[in-house]
C-alpha cells in the first residue's frame, strides 16, 4: 500500500465529528435518553400524593425525604460518571447505569414502608447519573463544537419531554385505577428498553473526544489540556467565571425544580384540584421545557449562551412568583408553562457554554462536576422548600425559591462571560475535521 493510501485509509479509520456524520447513533442517544426521562417522570405525579395518602406523610420534610435522597446520590454519581467514561469509556458506564434501573418500578409497587422508596429513588440517583450524565458527554463527542447548543437541545428535549409525557400518563392511570401499581409498570417497560438499546446497539464515542482534542493540539489550541480532576473541580465549581456562573444556576434550577416535583402536587391538592389536574399541571413544566429545548439550544449557536441563561433564569422567576400569588387551575398552568419556557431557555445552553470552555480530555469531568452541582440542587431544594413549608407555609416557600432563582440569574448577567461570541461561531475549522455537517 501506497502512502497516499495509507493516508486515505487511517483518514476513513478516524472518528468524524459532526451531526450529519453520527446521525445514527446520535438518534439512538436522543431516544435512549428519552427512556432515561421516563423513568424519573413515572414519579413526578404519583409519589408526592402517595407519601401523604398510603404512607401519611403530613411533614413536608418527611414527605420530600425521597427527593432529597434522590438528589444527593444523583450528584455524587454525576461527578464520578465523568471520571469513569474518561477511564472505562462512555458505553460500559451507560449500561451499568440500566443496570441500577431494573428494580426501581418493582421496589416502587411492592413497598411495605416508606423507605422502600427512599431506597428506590436512591438507585433512580444513580441510574440518572450515569445515564443522563453520559448520554450528554457521548452527544457532545459526537458532534463538534459549532453545533454543541443544538446537541444538547435533542438532548435535554428528549429526556424532559419524556419527563413530560410520563407525568401526564401516570396521572391519567393513577385517576383511572389508583396510584399503584398501575402507573409504574411504564418504568418496567422504560428500564428493560433502555438496557437492550444500550447494550446492544449504542456504540462507544470516547475516541470522538480524543479525536477533537488532537485536532485542537495540532491547531496549538490545547493550553490547560493536562489538568487534574481536582483542579477540574475547582474551576468548574469556583475559579473560571463561565463555567462557576453556569454550576451555580445549574444547582437553582434544578433547586426549584425540587420545589415544583415535591410541593407543586401538595399545594394544588390542598387546593382542592384532582388527581388528574395535578397531573396536567405537573406535566406542563416538563413538557414545555423538554419540547422548547429544540429551539433554544440552536439558537444559543447562534445568537450567543449568556442571554438565554439570564432571560431563563429571571423569566423563571417570575413565573413561580405567580404560581404563589395566585390561585385556580387556568393561572396555574400558565405559571407552569412560562416556567418549563424558561428552564427550556437555560437548560441546554449551561451544559452548551460548559462544552464551549472546557477542554476535550478533561470535558466529561467538567461535565461531571457541573452536573454535581446541578443536582445537588434537587437536595437542596426539596429539603430548603420542605422546611420552609413546615415553619411557615408552602406559598412562603415558593416566594423564596423565586427570590433565589432572580439572585442567581443576576449573578450570571453580572460575572459570566460570553462563552460562543460571533468570533467563535465563524473561527476555521480544524483540518481533517468537519465540525459544520
Known amino acids: 500500500m501506497n502512502e497516499a493510501d495509507s493516508g486515505a485509509a487511517a483518514e476513513r479509520q478516524s472518528p468524524r465529528l459532526g451531526l450529519r456524520e453520527n446521525l ?11 427512556l432515561v426521562g421516563g423513568m424519573l417522570g413515572q414519579e413526578r405525579t404519583v409519589l408526592p400524593l402517595l407519601a401523604e395518602q398510603e404512607f401519611g406523610l403530613t411533614a413536608f420534610s418527611s414527605a420530600l425525604t425521597f427527593i432529597v435522597v434522590f438528589g444527593v ?24 447505569g440500566w443496570l441500577f434501573a431494573v428494580p426501581i418500578p418493582f421496589l416502587l409497587i411492592w413497598a411495605p414502608s416508606w423507605g422502600w422508596v427512599i431506597l428506590a429513588n436512591l438507585l433512580l440517583g444513580v441510574n440518572q447519573g450515569l445515564t443522563w450524565s453520559t448520554t450528554v458527554i457521548m452527544k457532545i463527542d459526537l458532534v463538534g463544537p459549532h453545533k454543541r447548543g443544538l446537541a444538547m437541545g435533542f438532548n435535554e428535549a428528549a429526556g424532559y419531554g419524556a419527563v413530560g409525557l410520563t407525568a401526564l400518563a401516570t396521572g391519567w392511570i393513577a385517576a383511572e385505577h389508583g396510584l399503584r401499581p398501575e402507573p409504574f409498570y411504564l418504568g418496567i417497560v422504560f428500564a428493560a428498553l433502555g438496557l437492550g438499546l444500550s447494550t446492544v446497539f449504542v456504540q462507544e464515542t470516547h475516541g470522538h473526544a480524543l479525536h477533537e482534542a488532537a485536532a485542537l493540539a495540532d491547531q496549538g489550541n490545547d493550553a490547560d489540556a493536562d489538568l487534574s480532576t481536582g483542579q477540574v473541580f475547582m474551576r468548574t465549581s469556583f475559579t473560571e467565571k463561565a463555567l462557576s456562573s453556569c454550576s451555580q444556576a445549574g444547582m437553582v434550577n434544578n433547586l426549584n425544580d425540587g420545589l415544583a416535583w415535591g410541593l407543586f402536587p401538595l399545594y394544588f391538592a390542598a387546593a382542592g384540584l384532582s388527581v388528574w389536574r395535578i397531573g396536567v399541571l405537573a406535566a406542563l413544566y416538563p413538557a414545555v421545557w423538554g ?27 417570575a413565573s413561580i412568583a405567580l404560581i404563589a400569588a395566585t390561585e385556580g387551575f387556568r393561572i396555574w398552568a400558565v405559571g407552569a408553562v412560562l416556567i418549563g419556557a424558561g428552564t427550556a431557555m437555560v437548560y441546554p445552553t449551561l451544559l452548551a457554554a460548559i462544552g464551549d470552555v ?10 461531571g462536576v457541573y452536573r454535581l452541582w446541578r443536582d445537588g440542587g434537587f437536595a437542596v431544594g426539596a429539603l430548603a422548600a420542605g422546611l420552609l413549608a413546615d415553619a411557615f407555609d408552602v406559598r412562603f416557600a415558593i416566594w423564596t425559591v423565586a427570590a433565589i432563582t432572580a439572585a442567581s440569574g443576576i449573578v450570571v448577567m453580572v460575572r459570566m462571560y460570553e462563552t460562543h461570541p460571533p468570533g467563535a461561531r465563524l473561527e476555521p475549522l480544524p483540518a481533517g475535521v468537519d465540525l459544520e455537517s
Do not use: C
Not at 445514527?24 to 428519552?34: D, E
Not at 419540547?291 to 423569566?315: E, F
Not at 472546557?358 to 461535565?367: D, I, M, S
Open 24 to 34: 445514527g447513533q446520535f438518534t439512538l442517544l436522543v431516544a435512549v435518553n428519552a
Open 291 to 317: 419540547l422548547g429545548q429544540l429551539v433554544t439550544g440552536a439558537a444559543s449557536d447562534r445568537i450567543g449562551r449568556k442571554p438565554l441563561i439570564v432571560g431563563g433564569m429571571l423569566l423563571q422567576a
Open 358 to 367: 472546557a477542554q476535550p480530555v478533561w470535558r466529561a469531568r467538567a461535565v
Open 73 to 96: 446520590v444523583k450528584a455524587a454519581t454525576n461527578f464520578f460518571a465523568g471520571t469513569l467514561s474518561d477511564r472505562f469509556g462512555r458505553k460500559p458506564v451507560l449500561v451499568v
